[in-house]
């Protein structure tokens, strides 16, 4: 059976162990129901994901031109404390920026490989621990805007790192971190002004499973463009990646606007 499509990034749910849902247009593809089936990848080409065209992706599914010039891709999204709308201060399109920033963000503790702290729209929880490859996480503060966000994982991850390391959290290498003892550590190094938005009675877990056979000892990222076609035996889905057999991992978000032809056999 063959699809045809444009990558975007998995859509997911999580139950007792997460569901992944892959959007080839005309069809949806639950990647949990193709574990252990051998799937071949093809590079076609490219398809914007905001302009629709057939440019080369320069990132995150976006060409050149549109990466460079589109609100959804300022940089207050990589980098939270630069956000201004709460300011009335334009980046690229203040509407838009003030729909996306001036709403309930959550600053949270995730495991990953490693104890890392992060943000994300309260609207994208757990979708982000999920994208993360997390396997627990719990909120640190609700606040009401992106830039009070921003500037609190700023001054936590003086303490804590905000990054996650792909290959061991890929290989299931995950440290051993009590949530709660950390969130409540880490709550005496959060700004002023963020302060007033820490409860001390949030202290739910999300604890995350994914669906994966088995675990790779040693990995290696697959290029898609590079190699123009892949085949393998899908063991796993973790974050925003496939795994497959051989230690071979795709990352699908890294890969979106790029039109492929997905094969199951």
Known sequence: MKYQGVLKKMITELQDEVQYYLDMEEDFLNMNQLLSKNIEIQFEGYQCLCCGEAKKIYRQGYCYDCFYTSASVGDWIMKPELSKAHLDIEDRDLAYEKKAQLQPHIVYLAVSSN???GVTRKTQVPTRWIDQGATAAI??????????AGIAEVALKSFVSDKTSWQKMLKNEIVSVDLVEEREKLKVYLPEEVKPYFSETTKKITEIHYPVIHYPKKVKSLNIEKENSYSGRLVGVKGQYLLFEGGTVFNVRNNEGYKVSISIF
């Open 139 to 148: 909120e640190v503060v609700e606040v009401p805007n992106r830039y009070l």
């Open 115 to 117: 104890l890392k702290v």
